[in-house]
Structure formats: structure tokens, C-alpha cells
T-cell receptor
Framework: GAGVSQSPSNKVTEKGKDVELRCDPI?????LYWYRQRLGQGLEFLIY????????KSGLPSDRFSAERTGESVSTLTIQRTQQEDSAVYLC??????????????FGDGTRLSIL | AQTVTQSQPEMSVQEAETVTLSCTYD???????LFWYKQPPSRQMILVIR??????QNATENRFSVNFQKAAKSFSLKISDSQLGDTAMYFC????????????FGKGTRLHILP
């Protein structure tokens, strides 16, 4: 079956531009997560959705970052006025439910974002 | 706050050897999960093994096993009979049970399996 799909796989843009990253979770997965992985660093939690609502936005690094999810399916992560420090791989994951930690998170291949 | 520390940024071993990746964590919680994730060059994150903190028995998955020392807050991964396909970044991760499912990751260990 299809796994978590992210698009684009690579994005190069100029500093100051807005970017939108997309995540298609596994069908039926109600929980969806966004992580950021800077070069040489571990994964950094950004935000997670339970259905279409985001109970925990504490990981968003600044107000330039926002995310939404519709139809308990597709999610978009938007970065406005991009800065060079936003360059990273952005990973999306989904799981069947949240609040039951024995449900593993399935990850997409990520979007590599490069800010020139 | 929960933290996960992987003290080995990079390791190399010969094919067929056994290798152990170390991980320590810090938490005041009693009920939690620990994970090892593998990230090959494709960037896909793959769950290798999972351990529930309330279980004393160490988890095993084929060639992969863990040494879970709860008192010492240590969670090392042992790969037996290593294969070229094991070459990847390995992340140790921690999650509090029945909370917000936010996973805390270590910085990773880059493992090279040499032919």
C-alpha cells in the first residue's frame, strides 16, 4: 500500500520567498506530524495534528511557520519570508491514532529545502 | 525536559561484525517508549525496534536487539552479523506514554558497514 508521500522532494528558493510543503499521510491515519532535520542534526519536532486540529504547536520555530490539515488527510506546512536558517529536510509522519504510543509513526521521504 | 543523547556521531565496522550504538536519555517520567529509527540515504525513516519502559525483557527483531538499562537510562542498539544494507543514520528516540506523542530524537549515529 501507499506510504506517506511528501512533495516536492526538493525545493530551492530565494531568501524572502514563501514556500509550501505538502504531506499526504497513509489513508486512515488520524495523527500527522511534521519534523525538521537540519544538516548534521537530529530530528526536531514542529507540530502535530489529531484529525484537523493541532493540539501542540510548541515546536514551530517562529510565526513565519504555519501548518494546516484538511479532511483529516493532506497537510501543508507553510514558511513565509524564508531565511537561510530554514534550509533543512522537512519530514512528515503519520500514525493510526494519537495518544496510543504503541502505534508507530510512518515517515515520508522528506522535502529538502534550500534557501539561497 | 526530556533529552536523548547519542555520543557516537559516526562509526564504521566490517561486514558480518557486531556493532553496538549507544544512547542515553534523561526523563523524570516512569512510563515511556524508546525507539531506534534507521534513516538510509533515501531519507525514509524506518522503525527498527521499540521498547516499552515497563518491560524488563530486552526487545529483539531478527539481527537487531537492545540493551535497555532503565536505572541507568541507557538504551543501546546491537546489530549482529552486520550487512552492507545496514549503512544508514540511526536515531534513538523517546516518547512519553499516552501523552502528546511527540517523539524526542537524538542527533543520530552515522553507521558505515564496510565490505
Amino acid at each position: 500500500g501507499a506510504g506517506v508521500s511528501q512533495s516536492p522532494s526538493n525545493k530551492v528558493t530565494e531568501k524572502g520567498k514563501d514556500v509550501e510543503l505538502r504531506c499526504d499521510p497513509i489513508s486512515g491515519h488520524t495523527a500527522l506530524y511534521w519534523y525538521r532535520q537540519r544538516l548534521g542534526q537530529g530530528l526536531e519536532f514542529l507540530i502535530y495534528f489529531q484529525g484537523n486540529s493541532a493540539p501542540d504547536k510548541s515546536g514551530l520555530p517562529s510565526d513565519r511557520f504555519s501548518a494546516e490539515r484538511t479532511g483529516e488527510s493532506v497537510s501543508t506546512l507553510t514558511i513565509q519570508r524564508t531565511q537561510q536558517e530554514d534550509s533543512a529536510v522537512y519530514l512528515c509522519a503519520s500514525s493510526l491514532v494519537s495518544g496510543y504510543s504503541n502505534q508507530p509513526q510512518h515517515f515520508g521521504d522528506g522535502t529538502r529545502l534550500s534557501i539561497l | 525536559a526530556q533529552t536523548v543523547t547519542q555520543s557516537q556521531p559516526e562509526m564504521s565496522v566490517q561486514e558480518a561484525e557486531t556493532v553496538t550504538l549507544s544512547c542515553t536519555y534523561d526523563t523524570s517520567e516512569n512510563n515511556y517508549y524508546l525507539f531506534w529509527y534507521k534513516q538510509p540515504p533515501s531519507r525514509q525513516m524506518i522503525l527498527v525496534i521499540r521498547q516499552e519502559a515497563y518491560k524488563q525483557q530486552n526487545a529483539t527483531e531478527n539481527r537487531f536487539s537492545v540493551n535497555f538499562q532503565k536505572a541507568a537510562k541507557s538504551f543501546s542498539l546491537k546489530i549482529s552479523d552486520s550487512q552492507l544494507g545496514d549503512t544508514a543514520m540511526y536515531f534513538c528516540a523517546f516518547m512519553i506514554s499516552n501523552r502528546d506523542d511527540k517523539i524526542i530524537f537524538g542527533k543520530g549515529t552515522r553507521l558505515h558497514i564496510l565490505p
